[in-house]
């Protein structure tokens, strides 16, 4: 007999919504054919001395767990890293975590901070985990909507708007998925004074802060004021081209760090540990590698952004990250009717902007991490679909 199980089922995993791209995702898998724009991941392999350092870790019979918080040379390695690239200073000891991936690290960022009701904020158009990983912490996220018009940025007089006396944290994200802006450091410092007046905390998501395109990359602790309010959230998959290693990092100060390591050590125990003689040698000497694939980006970034407008679809130019977010609201159709139509007239898979919020309706993304031949060929299909509409 059957039986209704959800009884058994947490009240909030209850209300979690299936992701909106996997539809897509599930709906392409079953085409032959398809140009995929819909997945957010590199299209290199990662570079072969991180595969080596991993392969030899593994060879030389390394296959035990690590520290909670990592192995002590990456997260010196990273300690290194941060320095060098954004000028701010971590102590490798007590306030880097090894995770497993940026995923894990913004998992254990909320639920070191979140209290029951506590609210979060996010901004939408936003990356489809944070609203599921605030609610899972606990909290209420609370969305504020960025517009077109001012190309996605966060305007922190919005951030004003939405706080109450069960604020605690605003997650932000430079460059950011799904809209690929990019704030520069004069729109941070912006956003810090706010938070300091309002005693916040603020997670940064800075996954994407190698792939940035036009202005020196700003890190948000390296703003006057923000070491003491950030959790920086971080970790290979993007930059390195290391997404099926599952490898990131949180780091935060001492404080903050050691509560988020609580949680580490008893729900994960350590990240992988070959990925983690990956990593040493991804900080080590991948840099060159990184540089090579950034610079690969941005010519395909100038193509694909150039092409849409050619096609009438307007786009603002995406500081960072590999996303366009063209508006189709001159088509008159949703963003799942285009999308879902364009998938099944002329096999283009990109997602619809809905799934990143409210304010993502109207648009699509496009991932522009594929080869430029599939880039061409995703052109020419979206013109005949245009053409016919
Ligand atoms: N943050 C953002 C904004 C992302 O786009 C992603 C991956 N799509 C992640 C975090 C998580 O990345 P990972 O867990 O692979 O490090």
Sequence with gaps: MK???????????????PSGIRRFFDLAANMEGVV???VGEP???TPWSIREASIASLEQGITSYTGNAGLIELRREISYYLKRSFQIEYSPETEIIVTVGGSQALDLALRAIVNPGDEVIIVEPT??????LVSLAGGVPVPIHTKRENEFKLQPEEIEKVI?????AI???SPNNPTGTMLNRHELEAIAKIVEKHDLLVISDE???ELSYEDQYTSFPSIKGMYDRTILVSGFSKGFAMTGWRLGYAVAPKEISQAMLKIHQYTMMCASTMAQYGAIEALKNGMQDVEHMRKSYRQRRNYFVASLQELGLSCHMPGGAFYAFP???STGLTSEEFAERLLMEEKVAVVPGNVFGESGEGFIRCSYASSLEQLQEAIKRMGQFLNRL
């Design 3 to 17: 039986s209704d199980k959800s009884r058994y089922l947490s009240n909030i995993v209850k209300e979690l919504k």
């Design 36 to 38: 995929s724009l819909g």
């Design 43 to 45: 299209d290199f392999v």
């Design 127 to 132: 990356f489809v985990s944070y609203a599921p």
């Design 164 to 168: 109450t006396n069960r604020t605690k």
């Design 171 to 173: 997650l932000i994200c």
């Design 207 to 209: 996954i994407y802060a």
């Design 327 to 329: 508006s189709i609201q």
